[in-house]
Structures are given as structure tokens and as C-alpha cells.
């Protein structure tokens, strides 16, 4: 089985930093793209970043030159630094990730997401 575990929530004044983690682990073979998405209250869930195995990387127009996304392909993790944070930062934190897992010979692919973390920014 495969688990992703988000830390690193919580609440920051605005202009505050928090770093997010997010770590794979179980029967992995490859991890491919991995990302953040955030969902607020009563707001559609949005991808914040995303980072492709060779360590591309996508943003949000709304965290563009505030958010930095990385990753540790010897650890299976991903980081969110977060910066000058403001209040509609707010949200529910999600880590994504595509994984290939195999079994039998056979490959799969799957995406699998964390249960979230919260993140809290005040006036």
C-alpha cells in the first residue's frame, strides 16, 4: 500500500513562512510528478505547485515568486516553502502524487493524495 503524510500546518500571521512536507512511502517503484493543491471553504479545490521527477516545476499565478516547491527523490518527499503568506493563502493543504507500484510483473499507475494539512493565515 501506498501512503502519502502531510506535517508542517498550522497558523502564521500574514507575511509569515511555514514549510510543508509531504512523504511517500509503501511499495513504491517510481514516483512521478508530485504537486500541492489547496481547497478552502466553499472554494473548488486549485493546484498550488507542481514538480516532475527531473524537477520541473509549475505555479499558481496567485503564489508565482511566494511558494517554492522541491522535492527529495531519495527520500520520496516534497516541500512547500510558503512565504509572505496572506490571509487567502487559508485552506486545506493537499499533497499529490503519481506513483507506479508493481506487482506480479505488472506496473501501475495511481494517483494518490494525503489527507491534508490545515493552514491558517491571520490578519
Known amino acids: 500500500q501506498v501512503q502519502l503524510v502531510e506535517s508542517g500546518g498550522g497558523l502564521v500571521q500574514a507575511g509569515g513562512s511555514l514549510r510543508l512536507s509531504c512523504a511517500a512511502s509503501?511499495?513504491?517503484?517510481?514516483?512521478?510528478?508530485m504537486a500541492w493543491y489547496r481547497q478552502a471553504p466553499e472554494k473548488q479545490r486549485e493546484m498550488v505547485a507542481k514538480?516532475?521527477?527531473?524537477?520541473?516545476?509549475n505555479y499558481a499565478d496567485s503564489v508565482v515568486g511566494r511558494f517554492t516547491i522541491s522535492r527529495d527523490n531519495a527520500k520520496s518527499t516534497v516541500y512547500l516553502q510558503m512565504n509572505s503568506l496572506k490571509p487567502e493563502d487559508t485552506a486545506v493543504y493537499y499533497c499529490?502524487?503519481?506513483?507506479?507500484?508493481?506487482?506480479?510483473?505488472?506496473?501501475?499507475?495511481?494517483?494518490?493524495w494525503g489527507r491534508g494539512v490545515q493552514v491558517t493565515v491571520s490578519s
Open positions: 514538480i516532475t521527477s527531473g524537477g520541473s516545476t
Open positions: 509503501g511499495n513504491i517503484f517510481k514516483i512521478n510528478d
Open positions: 499529490n502524487a503519481v506513483i507506479i507500484t508493481k506487482a506480479l510483473g505488472l506496473s501501475y499507475v495511481h494517483d494518490y
